[in-house]
């Protein structure tokens, strides 16, 4: 008994050194817990900042468009008249943001926003001899564009070169045309008449269908294009915070009255998914921390029988009813914090495991998991918590022993 | 006269009270222990004498009646209040040495004085080792009580019970199954206790050789006080 030291600390210690089969049980138990817990969430946040690097490498995080048009039926009902009229949806120009460029400063001042990038962008025809398809065109200006779109990453052959007469494909779209960087394909808007423009790059963006329709022109071959003549159809922007670009989209759409979709809403589905899996990754978090608080509590009942004479003892040398609780609490917590120092550390050699042996064929670890400290210390917080309540029972209950009974035992 | 250690007026105990299997164990017990007695509690198994013990160590409460530990009236007493009085009033030795298998000897004899005081410091160390040496088992004071002999975990008991400088020594059969020298060694001690600091000691026994060596027998029969005995003369200690 070292001097000083708090009765409840050395009689918890005395006692899971005492019944070491039990403490060593139990603190494997929950220790496969703890990892168990720390690995499934490393992984889920590892895969989800995977796909959200995936998917915001090839969209912006906040768009802005122009305002949607709406018809509005020209005569209104005389009194005590109604008027039966159906309003017929307009279909959408390609039409300019109002004073872009005011509004591209504006936003590019906000303290959440990180670039932004201007862009003209609609539907044209590609075609280069017999063969023709509906393309997109998007007119960038690269310096400001590639901060957002790291198109020269996605490069698969020539480079991203985008000056007057250039023009970047997708992957599948170029082998449709049957072209190679060099070849000159034609671009012929709805109206007007088409040119022709030389090909200096060609990107994989990951996705077929986007890969079979973007094209990308410098901004001002796409404003002539398109009419939109000093205009542009679109405004690119990126975000400091990517899980709060709806907060910001939303801030932008009140400050400017621009309309700004976030990525959040425009991968309504891929974000309903992710949500499934925190909910599932939640519901196995709780029911593990469940197994690990039952656990506990069984070993200390066990454990306030067993040592229901000592507890008799104790309270017949004077020890309150506040010190036999307090020293079986302890050994809840004791157990919890401990079992979650073992899982953390099995945890990480999980971790460290399957990054090491579980790999894509090109060597690189299929996704990189997330090793958060604050995973760690919060798994230690909550497993001694969880310890401390689950030994609220029976340290009750060896509070209550009827020292009597207890030293008769 | 001075004030007593121990008094009881009118103590009863009655077991499951309100039930059909209502009992009354102890039938209104009256007598008191001055300061420096030494009694000898006697009686056949079933006569009441644990109960009694239980009710004087505070570990249980009287039906009705009342008991005083060293002046103090217990029968309004929280529990709280209980523990305190017990602890600084009380030291228990009982029959089964009841020793905390997972202490030394000397952490034992500390246990007393670490319960009263929360965390134990160096003076609580030198007392238990004085208590110990006194007990002549300075040499065992690091081994575990489960390495003792029973004669030495009832010294241990003993000295722990000492532990708080108690006024009154409660002792529930100590030599009950120790072997006749040992029972002897226990006893002498508890006397040389008696003698030299004036604890009261309260003995409960079924050796008669023993209780013939105490200044006072009070006997229990069915929950009454049948007899209360002084010896005329201070009882000579016994050589084996």
């Known amino acids: 008994m070292r001097s000083g030291l708090p009765f409840e600390w050395i009689a918890a210690s005395r006692f899971l050194v005492e019944g070491r089969m039990q403490t060593i049980s139990i603190v494997a138990g929950v220790s496969i817990g703890v990892g168990v817990i720390i690995f499934m969430s490393a992984a889920l946040a590892g895969m989800q900042a995977n796909l959200i690097r995936r998917v915001l490498s090839a969209q912006a995080h906040i768009v802005l468009l122009p305002p949607q048009e709406v018809a509005r039926p020209l005569r209104a009902g005389a009194r005590g008249e109604s008027e039966a009229a159906i309003v017929q949806k307009p279909y959408q120009r390609v039409r300019g943001i109002d004073q872009w460029q005011k509004v591209m400063r504006d936003v590019a001042e906000m303290p959440a926003v990180v670039n932004v990038s201007p862009m003209a962008s609609g539907p044209v025809l590609a075609s280069r001899g017999e063969a023709t398809r509906a393309v997109s065109i998007m007119g960038v200006d690269p310096d400001l564009y590639f901060r957002i779109i790291a198109l020269p990453d996605k490069i698969v052959s020539g480079e991203a070169r985008l000056t007057s007469n250039d023009i970047v494909l997708g992957v599948d779209l170029a082998s449709d045309l049957g072209v190679v960087v060099g070849d000159k394909i034609r671009i012929t808007p709805n109206s007007g008449t088409g040119i022709d423009l030389m090909i200096t790059g060609i990107v994989d963006l990951g996705n077929k269908g986007v890969n079979q329709r973007n094209t990308y022109v410098a901004l001002h071959t796409a404003q002539a294009l398109l009419g939109l003549v000093g205009g542009v159809s679109s405004v690119d922007i990126t975000v400091r915070d990517v899980y709060a670009a709806e907060d910001v989209a939303q801030a932008i759409s009140a400050a400017t ?101 579980v790999r894509n064929p090109d060597g690189t670890p299929l996704f990189p998991m997330e090793q958060d400290p604050r995973l760690f210390a919060g798994a230690a917080v909550l497993a001694t918590l969880t310890g401390l309540v689950a030994a609220v029972a029976p340290a009750l209950r060896g509070a209550r022993l009827d020292p009597v009974v207890a030293i008769r035992a | 006269m001075p004030e007593a250690v121990l008094l009881l007026e009118g103590v009863k105990k009655s077991y499951g009270v309100g039930t059909p299997a209502e009992a009354e164990v102890l039938h209104g017990i009256d007598f008191s222990l001055g300061k420096g007695d030494f009694c000898a509690l006697m009686g056949p198994s079933g006569s009441g004498k644990s109960t009694l013990l239980n009710l ?185």
Not at chain 1, 329 to 346: E, I, N, R, T, Y
Not at chain 2, 88 to 103: E, R, S
Not at chain 2, 188 to 201: A, F, I, Q, S, W
Not at chain 2, 203 to 216: D, F, G, I, P, S
Request: charged share 20%.
């Open chain 2, 56 to 240: 004087i160590g505070l570990l249980d409460r009287p039906s009705s009646g009342r008991l005083s530990i060293d002046g103090r009236e217990t029968s309004g007493l929280d529990d709280r209040a209980l523990t305190a009085l017990r602890g600084h009033h009380i030291g228990f030795v009982f029959q089964y040495h009841h020793l905390l298998p997972a202490f030394t000897a000397l952490e034992n004899v500390m246990m007393p004085m670490v319960l009263d005081r929360g965390r134990p410091n160096e003076a609580m160390r030198a007392r238990a080792e004085e208590l110990l040496r006194t007990m002549g088992l300075t040499e065992w004071r690091e081994h575990l009580a489960t390495n003792m002999s029973g004669g030495q975990q009832q010294r241990v008991a003993v000295a722990r019970a000492l532990a708080m400088n108690p006024s009154l020594l409660l002792a529930d059969e100590p030599t009950g199954n120790l072997d006749t020298k040992a029972a002897q060694v226990v006893f002498d001690l508890m006397k040389e206790v008696n003698r030299e600091h004036g604890t009261t000691v309260l003995l409960v026994t079924h050796n008669h050789e023993l209780a013939a060596q105490c200044a006072r027998t009070i006997e229990l029969v069915d929950g009454r006080i049948v007899s209360d005995r002084r010896a005329s003369a201070p009882a000579a200690p016994a050589t084996a």
């Open chain 1, 257 to 357: 009255g621009v309309e700004a979709d976030s990525w959040i809403m425009t991968n309504a589905q891929f974000f309903s998914a992710v949500n499934a899996q925190v909910i599932a990754n939640t519901t196995i978090r709780f029911f593990v921390g469940l197994a690990i608080a039952f656990g506990i509590a069984a070993v200390l009942i066990v454990s306030v029988v067993q040592k229901s004479k000592e507890i008799g003892i104790l309270r017949a040398m004077g020890a309150s009813r506040g010190q036999i609780l307090r020293v079986f609490l302890l050994q809840g917590a004791v157990l919890g914090l401990v079992g979650s120092f073992a899982g953390s550390s099995l945890g990480g050699a999980a971790i460290w495991l399957w990054q090491v042996l």
